[in-house]
């Protein structure tokens, strides 16, 4: 399909940073790898809206960033608080208004009201609802975190689905070629795609319960591994990955083969520290 012109970035805050941006970063993913970008008619020409992404390879935002960039749309990406402490790196995050997620701190609650006023400033907000690097051992979406159904319900903006696909060739997750392993060659290609809005009008006006939430989550997920199916022509597994299940049977065969209780391994690695 024609790719849709970039000029409205003119029109944001940010945009000559972007824009420079652009020129350095989307040649190294032209070098990196063959693009195969899909799915921006699915974007909303104007307003703001959230677009919600899986993630199995630390490479993933850069080839994110630069297929958002070319839909005309730019993004502000939730990133790790330590990111903005890099050299020059967390410069041009600042530069270009994306946005420090602060972790298990006081500040932690600063990126979800900055996720809410970009939205409603009519901007696209990123989030990776997993949170962190797919642990599924086929790489499909984890569970969710309620972090974009949260926003998404309190702003009645639209989420978008995107799933990425090929970045883990070239630098694997973990337990995926080893720590620090790089796949420069062949060149490999990375696949970026939206499908259609996720559905979440029957969670719209209702109090924002613990269960709303997980249930607008698993529907945005379910979105984003319908189409990452889409990408990988298969299908993904009936039962979703839970990292928190999988630590509690991880502890439980621990606890197990120690001859004792899950509760009680507990309380020993307590009294341990």
């Known amino acids: 399909m024609a790719r849709r012109s970039n000029a409205?970035?003119?029109?944001?805050?940010?945009?000559?940073?972007?824009?420079?941006?652009a020129v350095l970063v989307k040649p190294v993913t032209n070098a990196l790898a063959r693009t195969d970008w899909r799915g921006w008619e699915h974007l909303p020409e104007k307003g703001g809206f959230i677009a919600a992404v899986n993630h199995n390879s630390v490479i993933d935002p850069v080839f994110y960033a630069h297929w958002q960039y070319n839909s005309g749309r730019p993004p502000r990406i939730l990133g790790k608080s330590s990111l903005f402490s890099l050299p020059f790196i967390g410069f041009m995050l600042r530069k270009t208004g994306q946005i420090p997620v602060f972790r298990e701190s006081t500040d932690a609650a600063e990126a979800f009201r900055a996720a809410i006023d970009a939205v409603n400033g009519g901007q696209c907000v990123q989030f990776y609802p997993e949170g962190t690097l797919t642990r599924d051992?086929?790489?499909?979406?984890?569970?969710?975190?309620?972090g974009a159904a949260r926003v998404a319900l309190m702003t009645g903006a639209p989420v978008i689905p995107v799933a990425h696909w090929g970045a883990h060739e070239i630098i694997p997750p973990y337990g995926r070629g080893g720590k620090g392993k790089?796949?420069?060659?062949?060149?490999?290609?990375?696949?970026?795609?939206?499908?259609?809005?996720?559905?979440?009008?029957?969670?719209?006006?209702?109090?924002?319960?613990?269960?709303?939430?997980?249930?607008?989550?698993?529907?945005?997920?379910?979105?984003?591994?319908?189409?990452?199916?889409?990408?990988?022509?298969?299908?993904?597994?009936?039962?979703?990955?839970?990292?928190?299940?999988?630590?509690?049977?991880?502890?439980?065969?621990?606890?197990?083969?120690?001859?004792?209780?899950?509760?009680?391994?507990?309380?020993?690695?307590?009294?341990?520290?």
């Open 8 to 21: 409205r970035f003119g029109n944001a805050d940010y945009g000559i940073w972007y824009r420079f941006a």
């Open 137 to 146: 051992p086929d790489l499909w979406p984890m569970t969710g975190k309620s």
């Open 182 to 273: 790089y796949f420069l060659f062949p060149r490999h290609t990375v696949t970026v795609a939206a499908g259609p809005a996720v559905d979440l009008d029957k969670y719209r006006g209702q109090e924002l319960t613990a269960q709303v939430l997980r249930d607008a989550t698993e529907e945005i997920m379910a979105a984003i591994t319908a189409v990452l199916e889409g990408i990988r022509g298969e299908q993904a597994p009936a039962e979703r990955y839970d990292m928190r299940k999988a630590a509690r049977q991880r502890a439980a065969a621990a606890a197990a083969g120690n001859g004792r209780t899950a509760t009680e391994d507990a309380t020993v690695k307590e009294e341990e520290r």
